[in-house]
Each structure stands twice: as C-alpha cells, then as structure tokens.
C-alpha cells in the first residue's frame, strides 16, 4: 500500500445560540458529546509528514461526508494511490470506495501490520494535537480562529516530527 492515512478528530467549542433552537445538533459531536469543530488529518504512509488539514466542520459531519465533499478520493484514484483509514468510513459511490484500504482480516499478516501501524502513527498525531492546551479545553472564540491555532499546533508537531520527537516509522 503506497498512500495515505487519514482520521478525523474533534475539538471542544463554546457553542453559540441557534437562531431557533435551544441546541444546534448539528455542531454537536458523538466524541465529545458537546459543541465542537471536526477536521480530517491526512498524514503521508511513507514519510511523517502532515499532507492537509481539513476543516473545520461542524461536529455533528460525518467523516465520510467530509471526505466526499473534499475531493481528495478522486485525486487519489486519477493518482492510482490509496488511503488507509479505519472500519468507520464507508463510501456509496464504489469507484470512490476503491481508493480506501480498511483494515481486513484476509490481508497478508505483513500487510495487516502494516496497516496497523498507520492506524496507529495516524491517533498518535491526534493524541499529539490534543496534548497542547488551546486544543484540549473548550475553544471560545470560533471557528476561524480555531483554524489558525489547529494549522499552528499541527505546524508545530510537524516541527517536532522533522527535529527530534519523530514518529515511529511505519
């Protein structure tokens, strides 16, 4: 498998009035049971490296929807490259869903590894972006600027990755 990985991950958000409801559902997240914004990470399987940040979405998107609208699966079939991602994604269009590599019980034990371990590199980067505080607590100041400060933090990580606190190989 020559590709990418790729998960999404949520962040706390101060919600902010619905025009008519006492709840926007739609901003509210499974994960965090509450207010958040939602990205998807895509990470490179062969170098650790952050390829694209999308985002952000209210929490209540599914990561499928995102990652239809986005337009990277058709980039990836016209490049002939795959995307590993976890059992939760699930495609209807089938041409689109041939560039997405679940984890598969019937892989080579290599390949089964293999895929674990981009699994596993791809939580170890979100569990890096909600180590640092602006990202672990509830963000009060909207969307746009949780923008700047997802982009900065993930900057930084890749900073780290590149000099001194790297990744593990995949």
Known sequence: MHGFSTDGIDFSMWEYQHPR????????????????????????????KVLQILGPFKGGVGDNSILEQS????????????????????????????TLSFPDYMDSKELHQFKSRIRCRQETFNGRMTFFNSLSQVFEYGYDKHKLVVHAVAATIQYQMDFGSPIFSV
Do not use: Q
């Open 21 to 48: 409801f006492p709840i926007d559902t739609e901003a509210c997240s499974h994960k965090k049971k509450r207010c958040s914004a939602k990205y998807l990470i895509l990470l490179s399987a062969a170098f650790p």
């Open 71 to 98: 337009g990277i699966l058709e980039k990836l079939k016209a490049a002939g490259k795959v995307c590993g991602v976890y059992c939760g994604f699930r495609m209807n269009n089938k041409e689109l869903a041939e």
